[in-house]
């Protein structure tokens, strides 16, 4: 019973080098979510996907940022261009069905810029 | 905006000592109530949770916490911590009934627990 996997788990890159971060949610689940957590902060949210559509992406920087959830495979995390300001821990939470149901949580991915 | 208020930066405690965790949210309608726990290394689990019912909630490992509506607290409580327990502590609101579904996090507490 797989929980929700991040890869990589830590990534570094120069400045203005492009970033991909994968997630795979539970098996069943079919809501992504992506929350940033920069150092001495609590997780703020990015953006919530289900498959094949941006439900909300609210948290989203308005550029350099975008995420996807295919049909078929994981949801993409991608930033475009990093800055030092990038570096952060980005975490991906998936659940089943309802937007209130409990969120289970992926190891993360330590980005860090250069 | 909403948001959630976590009072403690860092607690320092001995073995044993009880614990308390504030945690305050800012939005008058309804909620979920969420405490997740991140253990040094480790990714975020599930401590517990509150959806509706009643509002003494009983969580993993010894923990509960109670939700007052008229307060808008849900704070953490255990009556005697381990070492084991230090870690960082999460409280999360969720907008029940929103088109959104994020959670809003407090910027967390840190848990010391000294042998």
């Known amino acids: 019973n797989a929980g929700v996997m991040q890869n990589p788990r830590h990534l570094v890159r120069r400045r203005g080098q492009e970033a991909r971060l994968r997630c795979s949610p539970m098996?069943?689940?079919?809501?992504v979510y992506w929350y940033r957590q920069l150092p001495e902060e609590g997780l703020k949210f990015m953006v919530y996907?289900?498959?094949?559509?941006?439900?909300?992406e609210s948290g989203m920087p308005k550029e350099r940022f975008s995420a996807e959830f295919p049909k078929e495979g994981p949801s993409i995390l991608r930033i475009q261009q990093v800055v030092r300001g990038d570096s952060a821990a980005y975490f991906c939470a998936s659940s089943p069905g309802q937007t209130t149901d409990t969120q289970y949580f992926g190891p993360g991915t330590r980005l860090t810029v250069l | 905006a909403q948001s959630v208020s976590q009072h403690n930066h860092h607690v320092i405690l001995s073995e044993a000592a009880s614990l308390e965790l504030g945690c305050n949210y800012s939005y008058g309608g309804t909620v979920n109530l969420f405490w997740y726990v991140q253990y040094p290394g480790q990714h975020l689990q599930l401590l517990l949770k509150y959806f509706s019912g009643d509002p003494l909630v009983k969580g993993i490992k010894g923990f509960e916490a109670e939700f007052i509506k008229s307060k808008f607290s849900f704070n953490l409580r255990k009556p005697s911590v381990q070492w084991s327990d230090t870690a960082e502590y999460f409280c999360a609101v969720n907008l029940y009934g929103g088109s959104q579904g994020n959670l809003i996090f407090g910027k967390g507490t840190k848990l010391s627990v000294k042998p």
């Open positions: 996907l289900q498959k094949e559509n941006i439900i909300d």
């Open positions: 098996k069943g689940h079919s809501h």
